[in-house]
């Protein structure tokens, strides 16, 4: 156990804020974090950030490289595809709680939430027809809002579940990952976007149809195609993420 010291609530800011910057992607995985550059953006010495990295290195989300220092870790493919099975099996569990329990304004938030995400595609194929690249900034605002949209869609259905436990630990698994990675590999593949939106409508359906089975067996579906999809995203990012 780390011992606690008269700095450790400002290593735990520190660590919070670098860690909510690496989850929205502000700070890209395989990115290099320096202490004294961040010890001059907090106004601290290197030795609360110093601590502050340590706490995020035991945490998985980074690592210490050889003639690199601290960088922002790129998860394993495996990692990744090991734990989309679990995350599918306590997701389709929320499900399967959720479809007796959901009202209907759960029902219309989830609704909401996945009509961001439909005129999100109805954008990028719009600009796609103008002859844009649906890439650059306007993307990038985008995959904020789809992240979110996305993030809301899958919380919904956890506070309908009703169960803190299952709630944490689903929460404990998205926290392994950059947030606003699933959105960077969904923004070029269309037909996966697609996807995404009519699995959720079939979720919905089955959660309004208060049928548990199907609720159950859908999520599960649903997240092991996005844990897939994610996994092959990672698979091409470790290979060109420090040479390209």
Same mark, same amino acid.
């Given at each position: 156990?780390?011992?606690?010291?008269?700095?450790?609530?400002?290593?735990?800011?520190?660590?919070?804020?670098?860690?909510?910057?690496?989850?929205?992607?502000?700070?890209?995985?395989?990115?290099?974090?320096?202490?004294?550059?961040?010890?001059?953006?907090?106004?601290?010495?290197?030795?609360?950030?110093?601590?502050?990295?340590?706490?995020?290195?035991?945490?998985?989300?980074?690592?210490?490289?050889?003639?690199?220092?601290?960088?922002?870790?790129?998860?394993?493919?495996?990692?990744?595809?090991?734990?989309?099975?679990?995350?599918?099996?306590?997701?389709?569990?929320?499900?399967?709680?959720? +479809?007796?329990?959901?009202?209907? !304004?759960?029902? *219309?938030?989830? #609704? &909401? $939430?996945?009509?961001?995400?439909? =005129?999100?595609?109805?954008?990028?194929?719009?600009?796609?027809?103008?002859?844009?690249?649906?890439?650059?900034?306007?993307?990038?605002?985008?995959?904020?809002?789809?992240?979110?949209?996305?993030?809301?869609?899958?919380?919904?259905?956890?506070?309908?579940?009703?169960?803190?436990?299952?709630?944490?630990?689903?929460?404990?698994?998205?926290?392994?990952?950059?947030?606003?990675?699933?959105?960077?590999?969904?923004?070029?593949?269309?037909?996966?976007?697609?996807?995404?939106?009519?699995?959720?409508?079939?979720?919905?359906?089955?959660? +309004?149809?208060?049928?548990?089975? !199907?609720?159950? *067996?859908?999520? #599960? &579906? $649903?997240?092991?195609?996005?844990? =897939?999809?994610?996994?092959?995203?990672?698979?091409?990012?470790?290979?060109?993420?420090?040479?390209?």
């Amino acid at each position: 156990m780390t011992p606690q010291t008269d700095e450790s609530p400002l290593v735990d800011d520190i660590a919070a804020r670098i860690r909510a910057r690496i989850m929205n992607g502000e700070l890209a995985i395989g990115k290099p974090l320096r202490q004294a550059a961040l010890a001059t953006e907090f106004g601290v010495s290197r030795t609360p950030v110093r601590e502050a990295l340590r706490q995020l290195q035991n945490g998985g989300l980074i690592e210490m490289q050889p003639n690199r220092g601290a960088v922002v870790r790129v998860p394993a493919p495996w990692e990744v595809r090991q734990a989309y099975e679990v995350r599918a099996e306590l997701e389709g569990m929320a499900a399967r709680r959720a +479809a007796s329990r959901i009202t209907e !304004r759960g029902l *219309a938030a989830l #609704r &909401e $939430h996945n009509a961001v995400l439909c =005129e999100a595609v109805a954008r990028a194929e719009g600009e796609g027809t103008r002859g844009g690249s649906g890439q650059g900034v306007h993307a990038e605002g985008a995959s904020t809002t789809t992240t979110a949209a996305n993030d809301c869609f899958h919380t919904v259905i956890c506070e309908a579940a009703d169960n803190p436990w299952l709630t944490r630990m689903i929460d404990r698994i998205n926290e392994s990952f950059p947030r606003n990675v699933s959105s960077l590999a969904l923004a070029g593949d269309e037909r996966h976007r697609q996807l995404n939106i009519r699995q959720h409508d079939a979720v919905i359906e089955a959660l +309004a149809a208060h049928d548990a089975d !199907r609720a159950d *067996a859908l999520m #599960r &579906e $649903h997240v092991i195609s996005s844990g =897939e999809h994610l996994t092959a995203w990672y698979e091409r990012r470790s290979q060109t993420v420090f040479h390209g």
